[in-house]
């Protein structure tokens, strides 16, 4: 039984992070592909023989060969038993059911639609050099719905997968190796979000000592750098986490690889850089040397055409959709409460650039006068992005849109007249703006957006640092696919506020 991850205070005041530590499980990786693999193969043959049925019916249909003068016809049904194989191998061999990619991120989604959209691309070519009549709304139908369906299997199992990692199932038992300093970052980073099936077993630093705990955890040190081996063997760890290098010798991290049971027990490399995103990062290996490319934020005009034209389809869409809704919301807050239909609040956007944000009035008149003497009588006047739960000043009906984020449909305008993107960075304040470092002031390269990783994050409980820190993350890391994953997330938090909306 895995114990549950609780923080305690001592008498001295510092936080204890409490560790879980699951029961191995056995093959766990394999057990899961497994499971992957079988469910994958009943998606497809609803889908694939599912396509045929309803396009053919249940009676005989061939499609007709023609190579030179051979010709000749196959049955759909041997033909749908054949695409059924050759997409399963299709989905094996871009490792799509690999154990790096599952649980988390979009590699795993990339992979799938990729690889099905290579083969359907591969039987049209292979149709047209044989002069196959291969019914083309059978394959117009069964490439989508296949990829949807597979997409939506996949997303159940993870949301499977995040529910056992969370009692400390399914989840690799790491060793950390490294100094104390890099041990506790790394610590630190990881159980930020155990659902990516890294637990904390133990750890190795130079000068360790059996029974002490690295500070501020109780993760236990099992002993110095040189004993890796024991260590794992102590503590049942699968995966050794390599946190830094400085008090290595020179040949250690081969050693550490070289001792590992092939295909068992995995090394991990964590270099200390925090919030780079994956396609900037680049391995290219001289003399044996892997040497670890970090690419430059790239803000192209191709990058922000593409994303400007994303942000004017999209509100237009949007705005067109949700019309009803606007006139709704509209016509309950002119009724509700006397005062203006829209609030216009300033926020910095683009470039340091001021612009006037529009939201459906959720207040009363007079509200932002307010707002210090009751921040001030929270004790919480000091605090950048803190927001006063059961706010007074909040209408009835404004709270119901804020809860909803029904009061930021108007931001849809922003978005189309260029101040505001879809998706971005928080828009804030000029006196939170004034807080930026100079590293956080990267935050003022992309447009703010209506929503963003801040948004699908935690939205009213996240701390400053927190917010800036994704904030940061989003703009050096920016892409569609990213945005549309966001989007994706924020439909959900939209549907389920949770208590961090209001």
């Not at 799509?96 to 991120?105: A, E, L, P």
């Not at 002069?131 to 949301?159: D, H, K, M, N, Y």
């Not at 239909?341 to 959720?362: A, C, D, E, T, V």
Request: net charge positive.
């Amino acid at each position: 039984m895995a114990d549950t991850m609780t923080t305690d205070s001592e008498e001295s005041g510092a936080t204890v992070v409490r560790v879980r530590r699951p029961e191995p499980v056995r093959n766990w990786r394999r057990t899961y592909a497994r499971r992957l693999w079988l469910s994958d193969l009943l998606v497809l043959i609803w889908v694939v023989y599912g396509t045929q049925i309803a396009w053919f019916g249940l009676g005989a249909a061939d499609l007709a060969i023609q190579t030179g003068r051979v010709a000749g016809e196959v049955s759909y049904w041997g033909f749908s038993a054949a695409l059924i194989l050759v997409w399963m191998l299709t989905l094996s061999l871009a490792d799509t059911r690999d154990h790096r990619v599952i649980g988390g991120g979009t590699v795993e989604y990339t992979r799938i639609t990729r690889s099905s959209v290579t083969l359907f691309g591969v039987i049209a070519i292979v149709a047209f050099l044989t002069q196959t009549e291969v019914a083309r709304g059978f394959l117009l139908i069964s490439l989508p719905l296949g990829i949807l369906l597979l997409l939506f299997e996949r997303w159940l199992w993870r949301q499977w997968l995040v529910a056992q990692r969370a009692s400390g199932a399914f989840s690799a038992r790491v060793l950390l190796v490294g100094s104390r300093r890099s041990v506790l970052e790394t610590a630190t980073e990881l159980l930020r979000t155990p659902t990516a099936g890294y637990h904390l077993v133990g750890a190795c630093v130079p000068t360790g000592a059996v029974a002490e705990t690295i500070p501020g955890t109780d993760i236990p040190i099992m002993g110095s750098i040189t004993s890796v081996a024991d260590a794992m063997t102590a503590c049942g760890a699968d995966t050794v986490v390599v946190t830094s290098t400085d008090e290595l010798p020179v040949d250690k991290v081969k050693e550490i690889s070289w001792g590992l049971e092939s295909g068992r027990q995995h090394l991990v490399l964590a270099p200390g850089i925090a919030d780079i995103a994956g396609p900037r990062i680049h391995t290219r290996p001289v003399s044996g040397l892997p040497l670890i490319h970090v690419e430059t934020p790239k803000f192209g005009k191709g990058q922000r055409l593409v994303k400007r034209t994303f942000d004017i389809v999209c509100s237009v869409t949007l705005i067109v959709v949700a019309s009803p809704v606007l006139a709704g919301v509209a016509l309950a807050v002119k009724m509700s409460s006397p005062g203006p239909l829209l609030y216009r609040q300033q926020r910095i956007g683009l470039s340091g650039i001021p612009f006037h944000m529009l939201k459906f009035r959720s207040m009363r008149v007079g509200a932002d006068q307010e707002l210090k003497a009751l921040l001030e009588a929270q004790g919480t006047s000091e605090k950048p992005l803190f927001k006063i739960q059961n706010d007074p000043r909040i209408t009835p009906i404004g709270r119901f849109i804020r809860k909803y984020s029904l009061d930021e449909l108007p931001q849809l305008f922003n978005v189309l007249g260029g101040s505001m993107s879809i998706v971005g960075p928080r828009p804030q304040i000029a006196a939170e703006v004034a807080l930026y470092t100079d590293a956080a002031k990267r935050r003022l390269l992309a447009r703010p957006g209506i929503t963003g990783l801040w948004q699908v994050s935690g939205r009213s409980t996240m701390e400053w640092e927190d917010a800036v820190r994704l904030d940061l993350y989003y703009v050096e890391n920016w892409s569609l696919t990213n945005d549309i994953v966001i989007l994706v997330k924020t439909v959900r938090a939209v549907l389920v506020p949770g208590a961090s909306a209001h």
